[in-house]
């Protein structure tokens, strides 16, 4: 199974700050990865798929890039409503995973 | 609009099953595969497996083989997902989650999931 490690796990920001996220597959993925942002008690939300393509309604502020290995989750500038859990995935092979989830936490 | 509802909280000892339901609604739900996928308490999201609510075709993760079994009954809209021989461990919300691509003249699915349930917390413990 292709492992995806995800860091930082959590990160402390204010409102306003620019946040990157990253992920590293344990093989080449190509550009196979999708993001996700998890708030408590709440279903996973899709934010970005095929590494960079903003799911329909997702804000401009959110960017994804990356492609094979390492890929990144940016947040331009980080609103109220961001603070939440990221996660990412890949859907290169089977068993799709996800990384370990990174907390965005209010500092 | 896309929704989908599932069935409400379980509590099970361990060895016993437990089916979880998923109703869809707002779109045709033959046109696009059903995963399932799990997080236990505090921790991250595991994929367990699709299922194409069209053919009734399923594909499930390794490591729940021989121990889920999903399908589906098309006349209510409805994806099912059945785990057996449970433990302590298997206790976690479990999620449907609708493929982003749709299966009606091609299947062209994307296994990344853009609407998910709300989530049934199975709880198993003696």
């Known amino acids: 199974a292709i492992r995806i490690t995800q860091s930082p796990s959590s990160l402390s920001a204010s409102t306003g700050d620019r946040v990157t996220i990253t992920c590293r597959a344990s093989q080449g993925i190509s550009s196979y990865l999708a993001w996700y942002q998890q708030k408590p008690g709440k279903a996973p939300k899709l934010l970005i798929y095929a590494a960079s393509t903003l799911q329909s309604g997702v804000p401009s502020r959110f960017s994804g890039s990356g492609s094979g290995t390492d890929f990144t989750l940016t947040i331009s500038c980080l609103q109220s409503e961001d603070f939440a859990t990221y996660y990412c995935?890949?859907?290169?092979?089977?068993?799709?995973?996800f990384g370990g989830g990174t907390k965005v936490e209010i500092k | 609009q896309v929704q989908l509802v599932q069935s409400g909280a379980e509590v099970k000892k361990p060895g016993a099953s437990v089916k979880v339901s998923c109703k869809a609604s707002g779109y045709t739900f033959t046109g696009y595969y059903m995963h399932w996928v799990r997080q236990a308490p505090g921790q991250g999201l595991e994929w367990m497996g699709w299922i194409n609510p069209n053919s009734g075709g399923t594909n499930y993760a390794q490591k729940f083989q021989g121990r889920v079994t999903m399908t589906r009954d098309t006349s209510i809209s409805t994806a099912y997902m059945e785990l057996s021989r449970l433990r302590s461990d298997d206790t976690a919300v479990y999620y449907c989650?609708?493929?982003?691509?749709?299966?009606?003249?091609?299947?062209?699915?994307?296994?990344?999931?853009?609407?998910w349930g709300q989530g049934t917390l199975v709880t198993v413990s003696s």
């Open positions: 989650a609708r493929d982003q691509g749709a299966i009606v003249v091609v299947v062209a699915a994307t296994y990344y999931f853009d609407y």
């Open positions: 995935q890949q859907y290169y092979s089977y068993p799709l995973t």
